[in-house]
C-alpha cells in the first residue's frame, strides 16, 4: 500500500476480553514500532522490530501485551485480559533503516476503548 | 541511553502569538532530527528535517533549529493560527554499529491555540 495502515480504526471491547490490533507497514520497510497514546497523554513505547533481530519490548507494560511480525512485513499486536487503563490510541510507524535522513510513517492509529 | 524529550508537555497560547517548543536528546551517533505534527484523531506527520549540518530551517510559519553541539533543538510557530492546535513531536534518528537507522520519539508538545 501506500502508506502504513492499521486497523481496525476504532475498537471497543468489554474489559477482560482479549483484542488484536494490526499495522501493514510501508513495503520495504524493515523497521516497525508501536507506539500508545493515553488520553491528554504523549507517545509512550511499546515495542520495536528491526528485519529478523530479537524485538524490542522493552516498552511492554505487562506481560498481557505481546506483539509478533510475521514474514518481516505485517504486526500484530495482542493485548490479553483488556483493562480500562489499556483504552488508548495505538499507533504504529515503518521505516527504512539503511538510508540515512528518511522519515518514519506513521499510520492513523487505532482508538482501543475497554468499557 | 538515548532519550528524546520534550517541553512543555502542553501550551495554551492565543491565536496570533508566537510560541517555541523545545527538545533535548541524547541519542548518540546522531543522524537526523524530525518534528511531526499530529492533529487530532490523525497520525504524526513530518514538518521538517534537521541534519547535523543545518542550524535552522524553515517551513512557513514553522521554524526549527538545531545546536548539535548542546543536543538541543528548538520549533518555533509564528502567528499560530487555531490550525496549529496539534501535538508537535520530535524524532531523533541515531545510526547504530550494525549500519541501520532507529529512531527514538519523544513524548510530544500539546498546542492548543484559542481564538
Known amino acids: 500500500g501506500a502508506g502504513v495502515s492499521q486497523s481496525p480504526s476504532n475498537k471497543v471491547t468489554e474489559k477482560g476480553k482479549d483484542v488484536e490490533l494490526r499495522c501493514d507497514p510501508i513495503?520495504?520497510?524493515?523497521?516497525l514500532y508501536w507506539y500508545r497514546q493515553s488520553l491528554g497523554q504523549g507517545l509512550e513505547f511499546l515495542i520495536y522490530f528491526q528485519g529478523n533481530s530479537a524485538p524490542d519490548k522493552s516498552g511492554l507494560p505487562s506481560d498481557r501485551f505481546s506483539a509478533e511480525r510475521t514474514g518481516g512485513s505485517v504486526s500484530t499486536l495482542t493485548i490479553q485480559r483488556t483493562q480500562q487503563e489499556d483504552s488508548a490510541v495505538y499507533l504504529c510507524a515503518s521505516s527504512l533503516v539503511r538510508v540515512a535522513n528518511t522519515e518514519a510513517f506513521f499510520g492513523q492509529g487505532t482508538r482501543l476503548t475497554v468499557v | 541511553k538515548n532519550q528524546v524529550e520534550q517541553s512543555p508537555q502542553s501550551l495554551i497560547i492565543l491565536e496570533g502569538k508566537n510560541c517555541t517548543l523545545q527538545?533535548?536528546?541524547?541519542?548518540?551517533?546522531?543522524?537526523?532530527l524530525r518534528w511531526y505534527k499530529q492533529d487530532t484523531g490523525r497520525g504524526p506527520v513530518s514538518l521538517t528535517i534537521?541534519?547535523?549540518?543545518?542550524n535552522t530551517k524553515s517551513n512557513g510559519r514553522y521554524t526549527a533549529t538545531l545546536d548539535a553541539d548542546t543536543k538541543q533543538s528548538s520549533l518555533h510557530i509564528t502567528a499560530s493560527q487555531l490550525s496549529d492546535s496539534a501535538s508537535y513531536i520530535c524524532?531523533?534518528?541515531?545510526?547504530?554499529?550494525?549500519?541501520?537507522?532507529?529512531?527514538?520519539f519523544g513524548t510530544g508538545t500539546r498546542l492548543k491555540v484559542l481564538a
Open positions: 513495503s520495504g520497510h524493515t523497521a
Open positions: 534537521m541534519t547535523f549540518s543545518e
Open positions: 524524532v531523533v534518528s541515531g545510526s547504530t554499529t550494525s549500519g541501520t537507522y532507529k529512531y527514538i
Open positions: 527538545c533535548n536528546y541524547t541519542v548518540s551517533p546522531f543522524s537526523n
